[in-house]
Nanobody, 127 residues
Framework: EVHFVESGGGLVQAGGSLRLSCVAS????????IGWFRQAPGRDREGVSC???????????ESVKGRFTISIDNAKSTVKTVYLQMSDLKPQDTAIYYC?????????????????WGQGTQVTVSS
């Protein structure tokens, strides 16, 4: 089972930047995808950005393209650190951001049913 430590959330003004970190331990094979999802009050959880451990292929939700980047540190065999660099933040980016991992990657748009989830980190963007 994969365990997560998420950090980097906070309060920022519109136009500002934040970097979220997700330390995922227990990633014992390379056929994982790790992603960031978010959930705003009253809304469904949605995919923000994902990256595959083996190839480093990346995926972004349309509204964050050009503003967010995702990267992975594969230096340790079973511990992967995934960074979500968020720039030009907007009030509509306000949400709880969750890190997740799955071995059954079929896309990044909707939450993974077969996956492990972190506890989330709050991102608040003020106007």
């Amino acid at each position: 089972e994969v365990h997560f430590v998420e950090s980097g959330g906070g309060l920022v003004q519109a136009g500002g930047s934040l970097r979220l970190s997700c330390v995922a331990s227990g990633v014992t094979t390379d056929d994982y995808a790790i992603g960031w999802f978010r959930q705003a009050p009253g809304r469904d959880r949605e995919g923000v950005s994902c990256i595959t451990v083996d190839d480093g292929d990346t995926y972004f939700e349309e509204s964050v393209k050009g503003r967010f980047t995702i990267s992975i540190d594969n230096a340790k065999s079973t511990v992967k650190t995934v960074y979500l660099q968020m720039s030009d933040l907007k009030p509509q980016d306000t949400a709880i951001y969750y890190c997740a991992a799955t071995r059954f990657f079929t896309g990044c748009a909707t939450p993974w049913i077969s996956g492990s989830w972190g506890q989330g980190t709050q991102v608040t963007v003020s106007s």
